[in-house]
């Protein structure tokens, strides 16, 4: 009987197979971040979004 | 202690699988379809942030490849019996029903989620939509109920444009209905040529493809007349203001060259041992017919970027 070993092919396959998840949630979380930025971009680049926290504050307490 | 040894361990088919077993569940050559319909969608419909596109773009790939792992999931059972699709994961042995399941399910979800986040409600919803229909109602309904189960089913693949289209607009608009029903009419010839190819496999595991319950004659009838009424409507997209002058000229010619595929087929009449050679050369064109269609579209949207195309009729 052949005795099961670091380089059996089992390992190699289920290596492989997490190398391959571990990409894609790398990949994921850089996707969610890079979309992030370019919405915020988008808020940034729009006057509503530019009103300071002290007057979204009064605007909030005032109920608009 | 136990004694462990290699002749205990299970062998690559036995349920282990490998990560490339998992990704051909996802059914990645229907998927590179879609994603280049639906990226065609997306820049037809005049752009989004390149990384909101590319987002976009993954999602809805994301989703098809996971009504893909559905229907591989539901079908398994007649995979296994098709020499076409024996060598699939799970009549391999590659990957367990159970698994199937829960990665179609699960990437349903995330898809659907994430593509609402990324760009809008109406595409989510779309997305949503196109996974149900292509799980639920073509592949546990129609396809083994009726021969008319790749004309309705074929919806499921006709929506990724329209889907892209919403991803950028937030609206469902004539010109991604055109777009839709392009791919909606070339479904029908596009299958009926691989099935009457593939009569014998169909006809063993009972699904009632076309050629199996009508015969060839009734098939080849219906592949030419689809193919004639999918003519007019593969140029309609050129006279809206997604197309132009590369589309209009490219999506005449390939109709007309797929109408004449079509017609050598609708002649014909298959003998014993037949090579089926116009049949798999219709199959073939129809592939390189809808990439150079939905191809045009995105080169007249850059060429429209680049110089304009001032005067161009808008007439739909």
Redo the contacts between chains.
Sequence with gaps: MMALDNEHDLHKRRKGRNTAVLALLLGFAMLLFAVTIVKLGENVANPSASVSWGESLMNWMQGE | MT?????S??T?KAG????GDYFRLLKPRVMSLVVFTAFAGIVAAGGE?P??A??SL?CIAVGAGASGALNMWFDSDIDAAMSRTQDRPIPAGAVDRGEALSLGLGLSALSVAMLA??ANLLAAGLLAFTIFFYAVIYTMWLKRSTPQNIVIGGAAGAFPPMIGWAAVTGEVTTTSVLLFLVIFLWTPPHFWALALFRNADYARVGVPMLPVVAGEAATRKQIFIYTLILLPVAVAPAFTSAGGPIYLVVATWASLRFLSDARQVSNRVSGPDDAFGPEKRLFGTSIIYLFAVFGALIADALLRALIGLFGWPVWI
């Design positions: 004694d462990i040894s290699a002749t361990i299970p690559r282990d699988a490998e990560f942030h990384v909101v590319l987002a993954l986040l990324f």
